[in-house]
């Protein structure tokens, strides 16, 4: 089974946001960028398969919210261009649940929000190895 890739930074901006949303918890949709095209942050090349795809970017759970509630659907995310889903677990549970959204990858967190207290899993619920990468993605505003 081949790991799930994700920016630590992306994971460290996740474990903000659920922090900030407790006792409440929060789901957002996540993109990938393919290893290739990130920029190491530490100064080392990226040593991943250049065509594995890496979890990069979320997209704001508030965003389209108004309209989403109306018509039930999410119009925050570009249609079939999110990756995977992550959802906040405050009372500590790290498995995927019956109420998460789902998608073919889901990251779990849970209090303390720290990367460690982050776990990744497929849609079936099956635990995966998460491995942080220390990189990120091509600036959305570069020619």
């Known amino acids: 089974m081949a790991p799930v890739y994700a920016t630590r ?28 095209d990130l920029r190491p942050t530490d ?25 989403t509630r109306v018509f039930g659907v999410d119009l925050a995310a570009p249609a079939g261009q999110t990756a995977g889903r992550f959802v906040s677990h405050p009372r500590g549970n ?21 990367a460690d207290s982050v776990r ?4 079936s619920g099956t635990r995966q190895n998460l491995v942080l ?3 990120e993605p091509p600036d959305a505003d570069a020619p």
């Not at 979320?58 to 965003?63: E, G, R």
């Not at 990744?120 to 849609?123: I, K, L, N, V």
Request: glycine share 4%; aromatic share 4%; net charge negative.
């Open 9 to 36: 930074a992306l994971v460290d901006v996740l474990c903000e946001l659920a922090a900030d949303a407790e006792p409440g918890s929060v789901s957002v949709r996540l993109a990938a960028t393919p290893a290739a």
């Open 94 to 114: 790290p498995d995927v649940t019956i109420t998460d959204d789902l998608h073919a990858l889901v990251l779990v967190a849970v209090p303390p929000w720290d």
């Open 43 to 67: 100064g080392d090349a990226v040593s991943i398969d250049p065509d594995a795809r890496v979890l990069s970017d979320f997209y704001f759970p508030d965003a389209g919210d108004a309209l």
């Open 133 to 135: 990468v220390d990189a």
């Open 120 to 123: 990744a899993h497929d849609r």
